[in-house]
């Protein structure tokens, strides 16, 4: 049974496990959504997927300023510490938002490492192509993120399903060109990036400046487009029980 609060949607409650990762949905992703990976993480940490105002069971409030959702989520997970390590996941969109939810941590003991899948260096955003395709609207809108992979043209071209996917795509779309880069110190965690290596938002060059971010970021590519995980879910689930153990391991010796 799921269980859920303001911020946090979870299979439920889970102190025993030692770990908990905190993952921010893509753009138009839903939270729960994410909730299918709790089964391969097993017992080594808990799946809390972040559900911004405007979404889901948040659907009555408006929707926030992208520096609404980082302060948001920012004190929520603050608010939710209790000794455990932390992990702040994101793909795409969501990405960016637990990169700037890192940087708002950076003194918090808890947090550990930080996952970015899908997501160019963050001095680079918002793209050219977002911040264009956040202008259209209606189909000439689901045409064009057909791009990403996220939708197919048939789907596109239904106006039953635009009527009920695009307008929370939308929301997200413009509060992405709502970013607004600062630089500012290296992340104090360390970092792993993951890409589908058919991405083609997504490649070598717009993740190179993530180096500014953080000392040693370390990839990992995995076969797929901007979706990859769709296909391959455990290219994410993986690389989260990688850090997870890897950082109790070191506790224990």
């Known amino acids: 049974m799921n269980a859920r609060s303001e911020w946090f949607v979870t299979h439920g409650e889970a102190a025993g496990q030692p770990a908990r990762i905190f993952c921010f949905p893509h753009a138009g992703g839903g939270s729960h959504s994410l909730l299918a990976w709790q ?70 003991p808890d947090l550990r490492h930080l996952v970015a899948s899908g997501c160019s260096a963050p001095e680079l955003l918002p793209s050219k192509r977002v911040r264009a395709i956040a202008e259209l609207e209606g189909r000439e809108f689901a045409e064009a993120i057909c791009f990403f992979g996220g939708l197919t043209p048939e789907v596109a071209a239904d106006e039953d399903v635009r009527a009920l996917l695009l307008p929370g795509l939308t929301a997200d779309f413009r509060m992405a060109v709502g970013y607004e880069y600062r630089p500012a110190a290296q992340l104090t965690v360390p970092l792993s990036l993951i890409n589908g290596r058919q991405d083609p938002h997504i490649g070598p060059a717009q993740l190179v400046p993530w180096r500014h971010e953080s000392a040693a970021p370390v990839h990992h590519w995995a076969d797929g487009g901007h979706f990859y995980f769709e296909q391959q879910p455990d290219a994410v689930t993986d690389v989260l029980r990688e850090v997870v153990l890897a950082d109790q391991h070191v506790e224990v010796i």
């Open 39 to 108: 089964g391969a993480l097993r017992d080594d940490a808990q799946l809390l997927a972040v559900c911004r105002p405007g979404r889901e069971h948040r659907v009555d409030e408006p929707a926030p300023t992208f520096d609404e959702y980082v302060d948001g989520a920012a004190a929520a997970i603050r608010a939710a510490a209790d000794g455990r390590p932390m992990y702040l996941f994101g793909h795409s969109l969501g990405a960016l938002v637990a990169f700037e939810v890192a940087r708002q941590l950076a003194d918090l």
